[in-house]
Structure formats: C-alpha cells, structure tokens
C-alpha cells in the first residue's frame, strides 16, 4: 500500500535561518507531488506541484523553493525565513498509474513557526 | 482560472440530523473531479468523498452524500445522521484533468452538538 511521510512534524525557527521540510513517498511510482500552506486554520494554498523529477511549478511567488531529487522526494526549503512564511505545511501525493482513482492523499503537516 | 467557495464559514447541528454544507466552483474546463475533504482538530486532511463531473449519479460514502449540479457548478455535501466524530474544517476541492492541480475552498467549520 501506498504512504506518505513528512517530516519534520513541528519546527519553531528564528527569522532570517533556513528551512528544509522533506516528504517521501512509498508504495508507488511517478506520483504528481504538492506542497500546501494552511495559515491561521483557513483554506489550503497550494504553493508547489511537481510532475516528475525536476519538474517544478510554482503557483504562489514568495520566499520559498521546491526541489524534487527522486522520483518520490519532494523538499520545500527557504533561504531565510520571513514570520509570514508562519504555518502548516501538507505534503500530498496523486497516483498517476491507471486505475489510480485520482485522488490527492495528504501527509500529516508540519508546524512552522518562525520566531 | 479555477475557484473555490464556500459560503459558509461556520455551521452547527444537534446530533442525530442532517446539515448541508454548500461549494460552488468556477472552471472552463469539461473534465475534472471535485472532492470533499475532512480536517479533524488533529489537522490530518481525510477524503470524504468524491465526484467526477463525467458521471451524472451523485456519489455516496455511508453517511455523506453530495448534491452534484454541473450546469450550476454546484458541489454540496450532505451528512446525514450527524455524530460528534463529524465535528472538523470540511474543505471542498476542484481537481483539473488536465494538470492535476487540486484547489481548494476557504472551508467550512462544521460543529455537532450534543
């Protein structure tokens, strides 16, 4: 069965440091992979999605970057953190296999509060 | 562009009856799915169900149902028999079939009372 991880789970940082958060995905190949902000408990803004490796589309401009090394690794980083970069971070993965329902599975979010 | 709303910030339902929580969506597209997701205090995103605008028969998980009008561009969800464990954000979300971007409402805060 397919899974996902993400890590880490909380993350208090100060201004200015930087940010790695990973999430990996088992069970499956060539997923679509997203990253998610959710701030103050409201809507989910998709900032990142990625088609394969390498493959990136930024949907928000802003102080954060995405990579995708593996085929099933996706990392959102920061150079130097802004307090507005504050919040939960969900990673999510979609099978791309046929008959692989097309739906979007979510990771269990990180907390970051940048201090 | 594709949007998502959710009129409905907030809603409360004595346990036992039926609430209704509305999403209306806006989209060019002829393909795509719509979904609705469930965000219990523990923040985890749970699928509670989903629509494929290609299929006209409304979809049905249990105790949840949805109100799929495709002309409209209206996507409801129905939950019937409310129980506590239902009290969580629900979010509606547009899914391209084209790119598989997934875009999400501003959510529902949805609360069972005893």
């Known amino acids: 069965s397919q899974t996902i991880h993400q890590w880490p789970a909380t993350l208090v940082q100060p201004v200015g440091s930087p940010l790695s958060l990973e999430c990996t995905v088992e069970g499956t190949s060539n997923p679509n992979l997203y990253w998610y902000r959710q701030a103050a408990g409201r809507g989910l803004q998709l900032l990142f999605y990625?088609?394969?490796?390498?493959?990136i589309s930024s949907e928000v401009p802003q102080n954060l970057s995405a990579s995708r090394p593996q085929d099933r690794q996706f990392i959102l980083s920061s150079k130097k953190l802004l307090l507005s970069d504050s919040g939960f971070y969900l990673c999510a993965w979609r099978g791309t296999a046929p008959n692989s329902g097309n739906t979007i599975y979510f990771g269990e979010g990180s907390w970051l509060t940048v201090v | 562009a594709q949007t998502v709303t959710q009129s409905q910030p907030e809603m409360s339902v004595q346990e036992a009856e039926t609430v209704t929580l509305s999403c209306t969506y806006d989209?060019?597209?002829?393909?795509?799915?719509l979904f609705w997701y469930k965000q219990p205090p523990s923040r985890q995103m749970i699928l509670v169900i989903r629509q494929e605008a290609y299929k006209q028969q409304n979809a049905t998980e249990n105790r949840f149902s949805v109100n799929f009008q495709k002309a409209a561009k209206s996507f409801s969800l129905k939950i019937s028999d409310s129980q506590l464990g239902d009290t969580a954000m629900y979010f509606c979300?547009?899914?391209?079939?084209?790119?598989?971007?997934?875009?999400f409402g501003q959510g529902t805060t949805l609360q069972v009372k005893p």
């Open positions: 990625s088609v394969g490796i390498g493959q």
């Open positions: 989209t060019s597209e002829n393909n795509y799915y």
């Open positions: 979300a547009f899914m391209s079939s084209n790119t598989g971007k997934l875009i």
